[in-house]
């Protein structure tokens, strides 16, 4: 089992910046790939980022690229996004995940493991 726990989120005004954390425990050396996912209020669970937990390679959601940078520090088993010039549409839920699969995924269905999520308000 791997467990995982987001921090970071709070309420920011647009344009602004924050980062987020994901701690992961437990079995992490079975976890390849981690992501990020959001769901905004009345809508499905969207892709964000996702990042492998060896070698770094990254894939971001269009929506998001050149403005959230994920990484990974694997010495304390913790991945982040730096979310840069928010916007009003980045308003959502959070969620931390990490799959056993070797490749990056966009699908939600590919990742066995969640955080409970963080909530990110961005105003205007």
């Known amino acids: 089992q791997v467990q995982l726990v987001e921090s970071g989120g709070g309420l920011v005004q647009a344009g602004g910046s924050l980062r987020l954390s994901c701690a992961a425990s437990?079995?992490?050396?079975?976890?390849?790939?981690m992501g990020w996912f959001r769901q905004a209020p009345g809508k499905e669970r969207e892709f964000v980022a996702a990042?492998?937990?060896?070698?770094?390679?990254?894939g971001y959601a269009d929506s998001v690229k050149g403005r959230f940078t994920i990484s990974r520090d694997n010495a304390k088993n913790t991945m982040y996004l730096q979310m840069n010039s928010l916007k009003s549409e980045d308003t959502a839920v959070y969620y931390c995940?990490?799959?056993?699969?070797?490749?990056?995924?966009?699908?939600?269905?590919?990742?066995?493991?969640w955080g409970q999520g963080t909530q990110v308000t961005v105003s205007t």
């Open positions: 437990g079995r992490t050396f079975s976890t390849y790939v």
């Open positions: 995940a990490a799959s056993r699969g070797m490749r990056l995924t966009t699908t939600s269905e590919r990742y066995d493991y």
């Open positions: 990042i492998r937990w060896s070698g770094g390679s990254t």
